[in-house]
């Protein structure tokens, strides 16, 4: 038996500890993630959500080890499995990247190489990374496509061909191709109307349930991530103010900005209600004591009067 911690069916697939990361400008420092800490279990869908420029993006690159200068890791831990992601090299990065952690992207469906067909952009895969015959590998892309309920007749489409919810869909099913523990998924269906989104992200947790790895999922759009999310954080100018059970959490949300993001989108069912917006301000003046029988339940404490204007203070 092995023994290493990360193989335990409880350990955390992935572990994040005080995660600070700084853009350092030539006149000002912005701390994009502000001593971020959080954990996804293993087959658990963890999501992130919080407005444009909250820090989203940059914390899950930070996991990916992709930020690139100005942007500089100044404090925490990253481990995934087990690993220290902070201090692999290289050659282990790119081990890891694919076949153990996914990522996609809002924009990945326009990543397709736009003069490759489909079959061959999925076949590389497989002759690449698992060394299978051309034969083989276009059985196992067929099987792909039709695990993302796309017909394998499609694998001699060209991406144009494909509208942009397959291509969304496709892109999704290469990630998930080498079998990933944890599959990051940064707003992966924002540039898609509403419908398609909704198919998208029904089939994502399809897929999740039928292949079992975790999800880190982020978005924006609070009602998506509700749907979808088992466990979530709200994060705000960097720093996460939130923390529980998706559901919890939008029964019971008690940091005045995670209500206040709620408010901010129309439900998806259920009475139309006027939407307030965060640009009159919103005070931070009532935080609850949580109470001891919500386990799982976090929120940060706030002082008295902090006023969230939409922005970064
Ligand atoms: N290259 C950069 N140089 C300087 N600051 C940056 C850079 N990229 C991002 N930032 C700053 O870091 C903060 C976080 O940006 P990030 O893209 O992570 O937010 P986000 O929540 O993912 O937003 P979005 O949903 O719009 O992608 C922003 O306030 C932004 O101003």
Redesign the pocket.
């Known amino acids: 038996m092995s023994t290493n911690p990360s193989s335990r069916d409880d350990a955390p697939v992935l572990e994040v500890v005080d995660l600070s990361v700084e853009?350092h400008?030539e006149y000002r420092t912005?701390r994009?993630?502000d001593r971020v800490s959080f954990q996804i279990g293993r087959g658990e869908i963890f999501g992130l959500a919080?407005?444009?420029?909250?820090?989203?993006?940059?914390?899950?690159?930070a996991i990916m080890r992709l930020l690139r200068p100005?942007?500089v890791i100044t404090g925490g831990s990253i481990r995934f499995r087990g690993r220290d992601i902070l201090t692999l090299d290289a050659e282990e990065l790119r081990a890891l990247r694919w076949r153990e952690v996914a990522m996609v992207f809002?924009s990945a469906m326009n990543s397709l190489n736009p003069v490759m067909t489909v079959g061959d952009q999925i076949v590389d895969i497989f002759t690449t990374h698992e060394g299978l015959s051309k034969s083989k590998a276009r059985a196992r892309a067929a099987e792909l496509l039709e695990l993302v309920r796309i017909d394998p007749a499609r694998l001699r489409s060209y991406p144009h061909q494909l509208s942009g919810g397959m291509r969304q869909r496709v892109v999704i099913a290469m990630a998930v191709a080498l079998r990933p523990h944890l599959l990051i998924m940064?707003?992966p269906t924002t540039a898609l109307d509403v419908v398609v989104q909704q198919e998208i992200m029904a089939q994502i947790a399809e897929l999740q349930r039928e292949l079992g790895f975790s999800v880190l999922f982020?978005t924006?759009d609070m009602s998506l991530m509700i749907e979808l999310s088992h466990r979530m954080a709200v994060?705000y100018a960097?720093r996460f103010v939130e923390t529980a059970d998706a559901k919890t959490m939008f029964a019971d949300p008690r940091h005045p900005y995670t209500r206040a993001l709620i408010n901010a989108f129309p439900p998806l069912s259920g009475p139309v209600t006027p939407l307030v917006g965060l640009g009159e301000g919103v005070r931070f003046t009532d935080i609850p004591d949580l109470r001891e029988e919500q386990p799982g339940h976090w929120v940060a404490p706030v002082p008295v009067g902090t006023v969230i204007d939409g922005g970064?203070s």
């Open positions: 853009y400008g912005v994009a993630v919080g407005e444009s420029g909250c820090g989203k993006s940059t914390a899950a690159n100005p942007a809002q940064d707003e982020i924006h994060m960097g970064r």
